[in-house]
């Protein structure tokens, strides 16, 4: 039997593809209908070519187990989620104008403190912030931009509406993972795009590119540009090679690279090749051991001062998570209007500190509604999903956040979108979020649409790929005339 | 480019030849065995020991039959010269070099090596071995032609090429080993094996020649029957043959020359032409080849440590 968009219920939440069941959007009419017209046996030959597609692809992604490391193929849904072009021209604004504002928050923190004084930010928070990197005070990165590629998570809300839940301004990943979803797509369903205009998004390394080069220092017109990995065994060595290939630059780990006198250099066969550019993917305290984390030996010794000295480019910026802390978050609509004299045009969920007395006493006493985050975690870790714990787990993390208010903030469960997955044969809603991926260099760049993540675990709203998350291409489509 | 992926690329190109020669070593050497009388002592045992893996051999066996030894060298995780291992391997070193491979090739590797994880178990009967050597010598050439046609010749293909070459040229020195066993020399525990084996001598070089597909190419060249002695001078010093010696040799000299610094590698390789070109393949045969053999792996192995200390581990 062909799918019956009749028979697709998902119930109380926002739906992405359809407005009521058996009614799919306006923009989503042509790919319902097409779905529609394929027999059971050809969504399965589909189904079967991307798991193929995605095995010969070797997109993969590392899963940290107790029995060591597995590379897992990458959990792909095939139905793609579509937002129309015309709500994504002002989304893609919002997260322009949130980005802006967070890298002059960031120059700002490290540099004159001016919205300290003004009273706008407590300027305890950043005192206390475990991401704020005192090495980096004074410092004036070029274009004076600090978190060049930015991760935004997106949720909507049951009536639709795009929210910020949190910024990624450290080592966000995924957008190969985008970019192979959109790759994988089209090998499965080439005909759906002969009618649609899908906005394209395979340009993003050439931006990707040219950010990192407006990153060089003076006077260096061809910089060398390379990607700094963890190495083999991190989750994300997919994406490290996938980006180095794509843009054409060396792929290197900190035993690669070497720096004398405040110059960064390679360990070519030719002998040492200076550096210009690098696109770090490890995190702060692993940059370099003379400055961070002593025992690192994925960083490079003298990295940073070579950064201080203005001789090589970091993306993103060393300190730049500062502004990266689910404190922070709550202050960044005021943080917009203070320094671009604009409201946010996306707004954040509704967020209660721990910090204040008040909100933390409303938090704990509401902990079975609110979901419970800690400031400087990523990838879903550390955080306590009230209306599902248990009265004990409520409890023991009740005493953590007593222990230390400043790491944590509360959010009202967001009741998440829904869209369709193919499930043996039948669709089925699941929760899903969206990251778009931002550049800021000498230009900005938003890409179109992002990394649809999908909780394949019926009901649940856990989108992470270290936590049983898939994916979705994610198309932006011109609306018809 | 990286000294690392230099050194990646390097063992990715070793590993394909490897691969592929163990492929072919395999699938030849059971053509040869039906060739041959059933009472001969020739056994399994000869793949071992030209893949010079006894020592993990014994640790998991202590018998050669057919089913153990081509388990063995086909799916053994245990063994590290297996082309399980081997596939796995060039996969390894192809996934890590994949920002300088074409995206093609990666594909390529690593559908062969989930195509062989998912059916090496199965083929340990006779006929869904030879289909399984079939595909593994199919996709090592149309690799190597993907590589020769879709990337950029660059240093990054050069040190792929010195790696296939000095994999190749190791290789063909133990094939050359293989079919000197029909020349025993006259111990009297095994001059009767040696008398027994004489009739079968040209079998064992046609086969040796065919393993390395190279049997058209020496029939043509050498206008005469196979012979032991034609057929070691051509395999050790034909430099139109591609997998002879001679012929790896000056082709190193070609790709190391593209590449700074390459005196003190192009040095080693002249060492090893000159164990070559200056021996008397006539004396050889009387005398065996067993020191021969190895001085000259001995002598492929110092072009390895020269390409280590010149590129990819500079002291």
């Known amino acids: ?481 | 480019m990286l000294s690392s992926v230099a050194e990646r690329v390097y063992w990715l190109g070793r590993y394909l030849e490897r691969v592929e020669n163990t492929a072919r070593l395999m699938s030849v050497y059971s053509a040869m065995l039906f060739d041959l009388p059933s009472g001969t002592h020739i056994g399994w045992g000869i793949l071992i020991d030209t893949t010079g893996c006894n020592e993990e051999y014994e640790k998991l066996h202590s018998t050669m039959d057919e089913k153990e030894v081509v388990k063995f060298l086909l799916s053994e995780r245990k063994n590290t010269a297996s082309i399980m291992s081997s596939v796995s391997m060039m996969r390894e070193n192809a996934r890590t070099t994949r920002e300088v491979i074409p995206a093609e090739a990666w594909e390529l590797i690593n559908n062969l090596y989930h195509h062989l994880k998912d059916n090496v178990g199965r083929s340990t009967g006779r006929r869904a071995r030879q289909q399984i050597l079939e595909v593994v010598v199919g996709d090592c050439q149309r690799l190597t032609g993907m590589l020769a046609s879709c990337m950029s010749h660059n240093t990054a293909y050069s040190f792929i090429e010195i790696g296939r070459k000095l994999e190749r040229a190791d290789m063909t020195s133990r094939m050359v080993d293989v079919g000197s066993i029909t020349l025993l020399p006259d111990f009297s525990s095994e001059s009767k094996q040696r008398l027994f084996l004489e009739p079968y001598e040209n079998v064992v070089w046609m086969n040796v020649l065919r393993c390395l597909g190279g049997y058209q190419a020496y029939r043509q060249k050498i206008h005469n029957n196979v012979r032991a002695e034609d057929v070691v001078r051509f395999l050790l010093q034909d430099y139109e043959f591609p997998r002879a010696i001679g012929y790896c040799l000056c082709s190193l000299d070609t790709d190391l020359q593209t590449l700074p610094n390459h005196d003190d590698v192009l040095h080693a390789v002249s060492r090893v032409r000159k164990i070559t070109n200056s021996v008397s393949v006539r004396n050889l045969l009387q005398r065996g080849l067993l020191d021969f053999i190895d001085e000259l792996q001995i002598s492929i192995a110092d072009i390895h440590e020269e390409l280590q200390h010149t590129w990819f581990r500079p002291v």
Request: charged share 25%; glycine share 8%.
């Open chain 1, 1 to 481: 039997m062909p799918l019956d968009w009749k028979s697709y219920q998902p119930g109380k939440f926002y739906d992405e593809l359809i407005s009521s069941p058996g009614y799919p959007r306006k923009v989503c009419r042509g790919l319902a209908a097409y779905l529609a017209s394929l027999s059971d046996e050809e969504l399965q030959q589909r189904q079967e070519s991307v798991k193929h597609a995605i095995k010969t692809m070797g997109i993969s992604f590392t899963v940290y187990s107790e029995a060591g490391n597995i590379d897992r193929e990458w959990p792909f849904d095939i139905i793609p989620r579509i937002i129309p072009s015309k709500e994504w021209a002002t989304t893609s604004k919002g997260l322009e104008q949130r980005l802006h504002a967070l890298n002059c928050f960031i120059h700002d923190v490290y540099n004159e403190g001016k919205i300290f004084k003004d009273k706008v930010v407590p300027r305890e928070l950043i005192d206390d912030s475990g991401n704020y990197r005192k090495q980096c005070e004074g410092m004036k990165p070029r274009h004076k931009v600090w978190a060049h590629i930015c991760g935004t998570d997106l949720v909507r809300d049951d009536k639709g509406r795009f929210m910020v839940l949190e910024d990624n301004l450290r080592v966000p990943s995924g957008v190969s993972y985008m970019l192979e979803n959109r790759t994988v797509t089209k090998r499965v369903f080439p005909e759906i795009f002969e009618n649609s205009i899908i906005r394209p998004i395979g340009e993003y390394p050439d931006y990707l590119f040219d950010m990192l080069s407006s990153l060089s220092p003076a006077g260096r017109d061809k910089p060398e540009i390379a990607l700094l990995t963890p190495g083999i065994f991190n989750s994300a060595y997919f994406e490290h090679s996938f980006l180095a290939q794509q843009m054409g630059v060396e792929l290197v780990q900190g035993s690669d690279l070497i720096v004398e006198d405040d110059i960064v250099y390679m360990k070519t066969i030719n002998g040492l090749a200076r550096l210009d550019v690098i696109y770090r993917r490890i995190d702060d305290e692993f940059l370099d051991p003379r400055v961070f984390n002593p025992d690192s030996v994925l960083g490079v010794a003298g990295l940073m001062n070579a950064w201080l000295k203005g001789n090589v480019g970091l993306a993103n910026a060393p300190g730049a998570g500062v502004a990266d802390d689910k404190v922070i978050y709550t202050y960044v609509p005021q943080i917009i209007k203070y320094y671009l004299g604009e409201d946010a045009i996306l707004p954040n969920v509704p967020s209660f500190l721990c910090v204040d007395k008040k909100q933390c006493q409303h938090v704990l006493e509401n902990l079975d509604k609110l979901v419970v985050k800690p400031a400087n975690e990523s990838g879903g870790y550390g955080m306590l999903m009230g209306p599902k714990a248990s009265k004990k787990e409520r409890e023991e993390f009740a005493a953590k956040i007593r222990a230390n208010p400043r790491n944590y903030m509360a959010q009202p469960l967001i009741s998440l979108s829904t869209a369709p997955i193919l499930n043996n044969g039948k669709v089925e809603p699941r929760h899903v979020d969206l990251r778009p991926f931002i550049l800021q260099g000498k230009k900005t760049y938003v890409t179109p649409g992002g990394l649809t993540r999908v909780a394949m675990v019926k009901g649940s709203y856990i989108v992470n790929s270290s936590q049983g998350g898939g994916s979705k291409d994610t198309w932006i489509l011109e609306e018809d005339n």
